[in-house]
Each structure stands twice: as structure tokens, then as C-alpha cells.
């Protein structure tokens, strides 16, 4: 009877071994019992406390929004497996998840696994979590999301920080205290650095600036980012309501206000677009684009004056700024003021002489200041840059019918229109060129063009009906010329007349 006693008692330690030690490896993460973890819409999200919120399951809910493929659970697993990897690493070196844990992340994440940051943001694809992982590559903001992602898991004091432009980590443990550069490998630089560097704003106890975000103040920001990658594909409604957001999560952020402001100014809401703005450069009253985008706004308006003010100081600002002296000069010639736009015009050419653009608007101020020998030597610049730049071709074919050089004016509209199939002036245009040399066949091509582009355009109506009667296509001509008349155009009195006569 002993000896089995002494077998039961070595299997039951055993056993007992064995439990710990897979108990042992199991332990949760330090993100285990957050609410956010189970959150399966962003509404859900935002109604959580900040310290509730589990900020890669909320990222990666957008990016299931944004792509039906994505399945975010499964990345929610990889950043798991990517944290107990680094936390087996500090377990073997005997390193407590502090300050130390950093070196450690940094090595894996960057040196390793080869993380790195994009030389541009411009895609729009490169602010998601699911694209972060797939690709290993990302954005200030990005690659920040990720880093905290990691340090939520391992229970590290971490913060998102925002400065105009620009997102970073911070370590604050309320002892030790330094920056985390996720776009350089993890690098450390001190406050004043991006102070200087990204002109941070001072004085104001509610800037959200240089200060530590709580999770749901780092999804406001990822909220701004992502109403800029809805806008840049073209969802307006979508980049609305992130924006709408970012505002309402952080309202002392100005770049999401600006960032509003240009969708409201988009969309035609242009007093909404203004305020934006105001509020804004009332936050950040150095930010050389938002006083652009204000001038822009005035324009719209055609409160010139008060562009030309705004545009004027976003040049003070930033004197490198080529789109403040497009607009600068777009509002000196709304004036009439060709001089000062030709100076404007001339030294954003300095700054881009490769700019066939800035060559085209030139050609147009001179265009309008009646001086068409030198606007068709500016455009035919910008078309030595870009031989199929639609606006150049355009203007060259307006010059030409002021020097009454028709065959010329024929042809350059015949070149807009072949990059820009729909430019609605150049195929009135065209069809008027047409109709002057009495081929009314070919104008009345151009015209239905027009008409199906803008169906609701009485002149077009009526230039096609000009063009059927002289055909002796009376029908078509009496249904165009009425259509013009109920659209409010401009109706030669005894045409109509004549029509009923000859019908």
C-alpha cells in the first residue's frame, strides 16, 4: 500500500507542476478586462470611459468600415502575439514593463521586424491599423496607433501627443518622462524640439497641444485623418461626419477645424466654412493655411478685400507658399488689379518654374487684361511643361478668336476637349466657332454635347436651336428655343415667328 500511496502523491504533484506552469504562461494581457475590448461598432466606443476604450480594437472597427474585406479580429490576435513577444523578451532579460520595456519594443518593432515610416502621407490607405500591419509601413499617426496599441497590452504609461502636423508617443510614468518617435525608429526628442519645429501654439490653458491625450482625445485625432482620407477618395458624407467628430472630441484642434472647414467649403456651406476657419486661427493664429483657406472662403463670397488680407498674411507667414499667390493673383484680377496679379503670378514661378499651371493662370490674367499676344506666349509655356493641360489649350483658343484666327481657335479647343471631354465652355465654344463658319452639323455636335453635360442651361438650348433652323430642322428648333425660353435665356424677338412660320 505505500509504494501506490508514494505514486498517487508524485502524480498529484505533477500535476500540480504542470497546472502552474501553463497558468504561469497564460497570464492576460494588461489590457484583458477593458470594455472596449468587446465594442463591435465606434459608437460603442465613444460612449466608454477613455480609460475603458481599447484603442486598436477602435481603429481597427474604422478599418472595417473602411474595407469590407477587413476582418479585425484577426489583427486584434497579431498585435496580442506581437505584445507577448515582447513581454517574453523582458521577461528573459528580467526587465519590469517600465521605462527599460522601451529599448526593447523599439528593437523589435523597428530593427526587426522592419516597421517603418512612409516618405509622404498621400495615401490614403496608410492611416489604418490592418494596413500598418500588412505592409509595416505608416505615418506619424499611424505608426503612433500601433505603438500604443502595443503599450496598452503591456500595461506601459503611454500618451498620444499632437503638435500642428504632426502625432507622437510619450512615456509618462509621473516619475519619467520622454518622447517616442515612431517615424524615426523610436527616437527620442525633447519637447522643444517639436515646439520649435512644428510652431506649437502657446499661451492657452486649453490647447490640446503638447499634452498627454487620453485614448478617446487620440481617436479624435485618428477622426481628423480619417475625414482627409474620405475626402481624398471622394466620400464627402463620410469625411463629414469624421470631421464632425474630431471637432466634437477635440475642439481646440485646429487642424480639424480647417480640415471642416474645406469640406464645408466643398459642399457650399461657406458661412460654416468661415467660422471654422476664424475659430481655427483663434487657436493657432500662425497657420499660413488656414488663412488661405479663409481667403478662399471670402472669395467664394466675393469679399475680396478680406481675401486679399487673409492671402496676404498666409504669404507673411510662409512666403513659399505658391497656392497663396495663385489665389492672391486670382483675387487682384477678380478686381482688376492685372498688375499686382502678374507679380504674384510671376513669383510662384520662381518658387515652381516647372509649374505649367502657374504659366496657364498667367496667360489668363493677360488674357483678361486684353493683352492676348502675351497670354498665348504663357500658354504655349505651360504647354511646352504639359502638352495636354486642358485650361492652357482652352485659353489659347479664346486668344485666337479675339484675333479672329478661327482655324487656330478650332484646333486648340479641339485639344481641350480631347484631355477634358467634358469642359462644357469649350464645346459651347467650339460649336459657336462652328456655327460662324456656317457648319451647323458640326455645331450641333458640340451643342448636344453641352446639353447633355448641362441640360438645364437655357443658352445652350437656345445656341442648338439657332443651329437647327438654320439647318431647316424647324421641329428640333421650335423644342430647343422654347426649352431656352422656360430656362430664361435671352429669346431674339420674331424668332420664334419665324419658326412657327416655316412649321
Known sequence: MKPMKKTLLIIVCVLFATAAVSFGGAEPLANEEKSGL??????????????????????????????????????????????????????????????KAIAVINKYLF????????????????????????????????????????????????????????????????QIRFNIEATSKGGNATDEHYINKFKVPQGDNDNIYMVNLNKIQTLGCFFNNLGNSYSDIGNTESALLALERAVQINPSLAESR????????????????????????????????????????????????????????????????????????????????????????????????????????????????????????QYKKALKIKSDLAEANYGLAVCYNKLGLVDDEIRAY???????????????????????????DAAIEQYKKAVRIKPDNGTIHYNLGAAYFNKTNYELAWKHIKIAEELGAEIAEDLLAKIEDKL
Open 414 to 440: 479641339k485639344k481641350a476637349l480631347a484631355s477634358e471631354p467634358d469642359m462644357l465652355a469649350a464645346l459651347m465654344n467650339l460649336g459657336n466657332a462652328y456655327f460662324g463658319q456656317q457648319k451647323y
Open 258 to 377: 480647417i480640415n471642416l472647414g474645406n469640406v464645408y467649403l466643398k459642399t457650399g456651406r461657406i458661412k460654416d466654412a468661415i467660422y471654422e476657419y476664424q475659430t481655427a486661427l483663434k487657436i493657432n493664429p500662425n497657420d499660413a493655411k488656414a488663412h488661405n483657406n479663409l481667403g478662399n472662403a471670402y472669395t467664394k463670397k466675393d469679399w475680396l478685400n478680406d481675401a486679399i488680407s487673409q492671402y496676404s498674411r498666409a504669404l507673411q507667414l510662409d512666403p513659399n507658399f505658391t497656392d497663396a499667390y495663385k489665389n492672391l493673383a486670382n483675387a487682384y484680377c477678380k478686381r482688376g488689379m492685372f498688375g499686382r496679379a502678374v507679380t504674384q503670378l510671376k513669383q510662384a514661378i520662381i518658387l515652381e518654374p516647372k509649374n505649367a499651371f502657374l504659366y496657364s493662370q498667367l496667360g489668363n490674367v493677360y488674357s483678361q487684361a486684353g493683352d492676348c499676344e502675351k497670354a498665348i506666349f
Open 111 to 174: 530593427d526587426e521586424l522592419g516597421f517603418e515610416s512612409v516618405p509622404e502621407a498621400n495615401n490614403p490607405e496608410d492611416l489604418f491599423l490592418h494596413s500598418v500591419l500588412d505592409k509595416k509601413r505608416g505615418y506619424c499617426l499611424s505608426l503612433s496607433v500601433l505603438y500604443l496599441s502595443l503599450g496598452e497590452r503591456l500595461g506601459l504609461p503611454l500618451y498620444g501627443v499632437v503638435a500642428p502636423g504632426h502625432f507622437f508617443v510619450r512615456y509618462d510614468d509621473g
Open 38 to 99: 468587446y465594442a463591435r461598432s465606434i459608437e460603442q466606443v465613444l460612449r466608454l470611459d477613455a480609460e475603458e476604450v481599447d484603442l486598436a480594437t477602435a481603429v481597427l472597427i474604422i478599418s472595417e468600415q473602411w474595407n469590407d474585406n477587413v476582418y479585425g479580429r484577426r489583427y486584434i490576435s497579431k498585435i496580442d502575439d506581437m505584445a507577448l513577444e515582447i513581454r517574453s523578451r523582458l521577461e528573459a532579460k528580467r526587465l519590469k514593463a517600465n521605462y
